[in-house]
């Protein structure tokens, strides 16, 4: 099968109030145009502000791009003017950074806070003590430009469906703490990333709203 067909599959399978994000890095431009021609999928997602920069200087603007990586501060500026959502913010430095440069670019910027919810040492992320600390933080609260749309997280990479499922779950669990603490009457804080290719139908169970597929759908699997 090859790229079109495994996303159409996908798509067909997956609850139409669940986002897709087609996470194209690696792949040359041209993989993405042509998803896009042949079945209208805009959204997709990069880890490299680099990257991520050529590829929407190539490609046609209807592309809506998501960046999932770790970000570094001195690259915010490659992918502010028009990036749509930034799923990956785990300090309060980056989110300070990412709403000046919004602010220089006359823009809010949509983010979401990675929350570490893996086993594994190596994946970034808040914990939710941090997350408590930021809002008690009075530089938090004067952020203008950015605009906090839910959290993001990574399940250990782990073939114990299990697991999965309870890192899932506490994803979901920190989503609810947050959103009746500090979000009440914010109806745009709605959103939870989780699912990759290896687990998005746990994900899904489990209540995500926004899933990451790369590999799924364009390796030869
Ligand atoms: C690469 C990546 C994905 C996609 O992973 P696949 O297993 O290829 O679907 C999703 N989220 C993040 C943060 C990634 O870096």
Redesign the pocket.
Known sequence: MNSIDRFLELKAKIPANVEI?A?S?NRPANMIDELYRLTGHSVF?E?KAMELAEKYNGLTQSLHWHF??HLQTNKIKYIAPFVDLI??VDSLRLLIEINKTAINNNRVIPCLLQIHIASEETKYGFSIDEIYSMYDDKNFHELSNVSIRGV?G?ATFTSDGQQIKKEFRSLVQFYNILKSRYFTDHADFCEVSMG???D?QIAIDEGSTII????????ER
């Not at 990451?212 to 390796?219: A, H, K, L, N, V």
């Open positions: 994000v996470v890095k997602g880890n999932i990586g799923q990956s993001m990574m990759m290719t290896n998005y990451r597929i790369g590999s799924g759908i364009f390796d």
